[in-house]
């Protein structure tokens, strides 16, 4: 048998959870051929050396805001680089499918903190389609690095319906024939292939733009009745409902959480945002993985999201989006003039309430409010270098909002700073990282630029997994963590992924575990071309990953792009299936 690459003596997981074996690989046509415990003919074949290494189906990144950025960037080499060969995008009640470009600026810019006129500029020059279908055909006329797969968005879909402006007021209900029409484009997205929709309730996503400026996203403003209009559509064709509920009302997190629930109908297969360890609360832990158990027990199919990293964010100035979650912080983001902006952050009035709300720390919120938590990484101050903003209050007598509040009105985004908002006890990382009822994803890879770095997540779960199992004390197998980041989320969302034996896809990652090292925590910054040479944070552990092939295609060699990521089509739009089978849910192993 002649083969286009042979993998030689690698470690190989085929992403099912069964033992791992030492094999030889053989892959022609873009398919896996040969899985053989004897050396393969490697006459006229690329070789690769996988000797000490460990052979992986490529990764699935489920929650992605690459939906701008793959217009102009399809090789999108961020996550390709690190394993990810399959992508998902539609999240957080956002996709591109309906809107027009200014929309889609007001919708992704100031909430995903993507430049809106650079999302202006792409959605208004590419965008050729109608419909979900021609969505679908677009996206596969690009010369795609990873496989994608894609939600529809509930905001996308209610504003090209409604108008943005009806579609965010609080006093405005869809008409029967607007709702009908919601729920036609929710079956033609279904139809074409996509997983699922996307919804939102947390009412700290804000638009940009100027028309409808600070309202909450179009998602949060419908009703009881849209959304089981809506979801019964999902029900009927077992696709995915991904949401995320408003953290600061039980009814709104209840009601998604039962939603999963049939009740005499098909169980809704349910993905909420997330499960996650945060400062701010950190008895909410120990409920997730119970929350989760019992609905599945009564009849549904649920999952919490979780980022398996520590959540840490930077933040230029004020630039962030945890400050949307409390009216102080809104008020001084709702002002893109930066004299406006400077004008309020000195008002005294101002300061008083901003002391208020980050006085106020009992009620449900996201960030723990602790300046003595957020270190100062760059300022042209030198002396605040290194020190936390409470750490500065102290020195300069005063409360830290007001050091802090100083510092941004002298220097605006010049100051740099970052905080830690979750997942920063490794014990409870651990078991949720091990729970059934919780999905490995929520890296927001392609949003937040500026602000955060979660491409190699899924290495950094092996990480962990495999330093555990060295120390003796395992919380998952080293092939359950593959499989958790790979061949299970496919077959939850109903993909054609995840796996890695004889007639799958060649979507392969070859991992030397020597490299899995500090160098995964590491940040570095990289210039978006598409975004005006905005400078991003990105991940720079390029020894970990010797080589990422899609569709039998190399796309990565020892950690860098080959000359095909980007400029000839590797990856193809994954249809969803037209009904995936329920998970199997095994015990915890923590």
Not at 179 to 194: C, H, I, V, W
Request: aromatic letters at 6%; glycine letters at 8%; one cysteine or more.
């Amino acid at each position: 048998m002649r083969f286009d690459v042979v993998i030689e003596n690698g470690l190989w997981f085929d992403g099912t959870g069964a033992p791992s074996a030492r094999r030889h690989l053989g892959l022609r046509d873009g398919t896996v051929v040969a899985v053989s415990e004897q050396p393969l003919d490697t006459a006229g074949a690329r070789v690769i050396d996988a000797d000490g290494k460990w052979v992986l189906p490529g990764m699935v990144d489920i929650h992605t805001h690459y939906d701008v950025e793959v217009l102009r960037g399809p090789g999108l080499a961020e996550s390709v680089r690190h394993g990810v060969t399959t992508i998902l995008l539609g999240s957080c009640s956002l996709s591109t499918v309906h809107v027009g470009a200014t929309d889609a600026g007001d919708l992704f810019g100031r909430v995903e903190a993507i430049p809106r006129d650079y999302v202006i500029d792409a959605i208004g020059a590419h965008k050729s389609w109608s419909s979900a279908r021609e969505y679908v055909d677009a996206l596969e006329s690009l010369p795609l690095g990873p496989n994608l797969a894609a939600f529809i968005g509930h905001s996308d879909i209610r504003t090209a319906v409604m108008g943005l402006d009806r579609a965010t007021r609080p006093d405005v209900r869809p008409t029967p024939s607007e709702l009908a029409r919601m729920e036609s484009m929710l079956s033609e997205a279904l139809n074409a292939g996509f997983v699922g929709m996307s919804a939102q309730q947390l009412l700290f996503d804000k638009l940009d733009g100027e028309t409808c400026r600070s309202r909450t996203l179009p998602s949060t403003y419908a009703k009881a009745r849209e959304r089981r209009r809506l979801n019964a559509v999902l029900r009927e064709r077992a696709r995915v409902l991904q949401a995320g509920p408003d953290i600061t009302s039980p009814k709104s997190v209840g009601a998604m959480i039962t939603s999963t629930l049939g009740w005499g109908r098909k169980p809704l297969k349910t993905s909420l945002l997330s499960a996650a360890d945060l400062k701010a609360n950190p008895a909410l832990v120990h409920i997730m993985g119970p929350i989760a158990r019992a609905m599945n027990a009564l009849g549904g199919n649920f999952r919490w999201q979780h980022l398996p990293v520590p959540f840490e964010v930077y933040a230029d100035g004020i630039d962030l989006v945890i400050f949307e979650e409390f009216g102080s912080g809104s008020a001084a983001l709702h002002l893109r003039d930066q004299v406006e902006r400077n004008e309020l952050l000195r008002d005294e009035e101002y300061r008083r309430r901003f002391r208020k709300d980050y006085d106020r720390k009992f009620t449900p919120h996201v960030w723990h409010r602790d300046f003595f938590d957020a270190e100062i990484v760059a300022c042209p101050e030198p002396g605040v270098v290194g020190k936390t903003f409470g750490q500065v209050g102290r020195d300069r007598g005063v409360h830290p909002v007001d050091a802090y509040l100083d510092l941004v009105v002298e220097h605006g985004t010049k100051l740099r700073w970052r905080t830690t908002i979750s997942n920063h006890r490794p014990h409870h990382l651990d078991k949720l990282a091990a729970d059934p009822g919780v999905q490995m994803g929520f890296s927001d890879a392609g949003a937040h630029l500026r602000n955060m770095s979660f491409y190699n997540f899924g290495l950094r779960l092996l990480r962990r997994a495999h330093a555990a199992e060295q120390a003796g004390t395992p919380f998952l197998t080293l092939e359950r963590a593959v499989h958790r980041l790979t061949g299970e989320l496919a077959d939850w969302y109903g993909i054609d992924a995840g796996r890695l034996r004889v007639g799958d896809r060649a979507d392969i990652v070859v991992v030397d575990p020597a490299h899995l090292d500090a160098s995964l925590d590491e940040y570095a910054e990289e210039p978006v071309e598409q975004y005006g040479g905005l400078r991003r944070m990105v991940n720079r552990n390029d020894d970990a990953v010797t080589a990422v092939f899609v569709a039998g295609r190399q796309l990565i060699a020892d950690g860098e792009p080959t000359p095909d990521l980007g400029t000839t089509r590797s990856g193809q739009f994954l249809r969803a299936e037209a009904s995936a089978p329920a998970a199997r849910l095994d015990p915890v192993t923590a």
